[in-house]
């Protein structure tokens, strides 16, 4: 078994027992790595797969603290980092439609480009065998084709934005986003198993490289009764 996973299941049995009760703030890494004999790296996964599953939560620069009970039962998405907003722990993705060229004014504006063209694929996430999330990509051409050169498995842990980095000449530095509800269309109801019209989080997210161009204009859908976002901030300048 791989050692942080080991790790998680050690921390997740504690949880459940109640050696760190709800709201309370677990040990930190170093105290985990000292009792555990593991590495930061291993203690860092194994906190995220914890957050994966609801159990724990991280607030940056105060620690990591225990779900309160009510809060579990559905995929909670903590994001504190750029690394953590293109992370999916626990979860496995599914290819819906496959990485084609085509014309499309409006999203290809949104990725300032010269011309209609973009390349678009579809996926949805599971959660514990079950959809929560249905996202429409657009990509700039170039980054379609190596994307479709990659050969992205048709199901399996990983995430589109976590290929390009690996295949792209330059790296990933940002995103912004924008989050609203709106009622669930007809063709997304089917795909994450809810009602036409039931209310959705819809969320637009654009990432962008070092020299400030965008990659990827991801638009996602998610039933809100299995996943639950976080969002932490902390005051500006606050240490």
């Known amino acids: 078994m791989v050692v942080y996973r080991e790790l998680s299941d050690s921390l997740r049995g ?4 109640g050696e760190f009760k709800e709201g309370e703030q677990m040990p930190t890494e170093a105290e985990i790595c000292e ?4 590495s930061r790296h291993t203690v860092r996964q194994a906190f995220q797969s914890l957050v994966a599953d609801g159990l ?25 980092t750029l690394e953590e907003m293109m992370s999916w722990t626990g979860t496995e993705m599914e290819v819906m439609q496959p990485v084609e060229i085509t014309e499309d004014v409006e999203h290809a504006r949104r990725l300032e480009l010269p011309s209609a063209e973009v390349a678009t694929l579809r996926v949805r996430r599971m959660y514990g065998g079950r959809p929560f999330v ?12 190596r994307l479709r050169e990659k050969n992205l498995p048709a199901s399996g842990p990983g995430t589109v934005i976590g290929t390009l980095e690996e295949i792209l000449p330059s790296p990933i530095v940002g995103a ?10 007809r063709f997304i109801s089917g795909l994450i198993d809810c009602k036409p019209g ?21 638009i996602s859908y998610y039933n809100p009764k299995r996943y639950s976002y976080r969002l932490e901030l902390r005051r500006g300048g606050a240490h």
Do not use: C
């Open 35 to 38: 009792r555990y004999g593991v």
């Open 56 to 80: 724990v939560y991280r607030v940056p620069g105060r620690g990591t603290f225990v779900t309160r009970l009510s809060r579990r039962g559905k995929y909670l998405r903590s994001i504190g």
């Open 176 to 185: 912004s986003q924008e989050l609203t509800a709106i009622p669930s269309p």
């Open 198 to 218: 039931e209310p959705l989080l819809y969320v637009e997210r654009l990432y962008y490289l070092e020299d400030g161009t965008p990659v990827e204009l991801a």
């Open 134 to 145: 249905m996202t429409q990509i657009y990509l700039t051409p170039e980054a379609g084709e």
């Open 14 to 17: 504690a949880i459940e027992r």
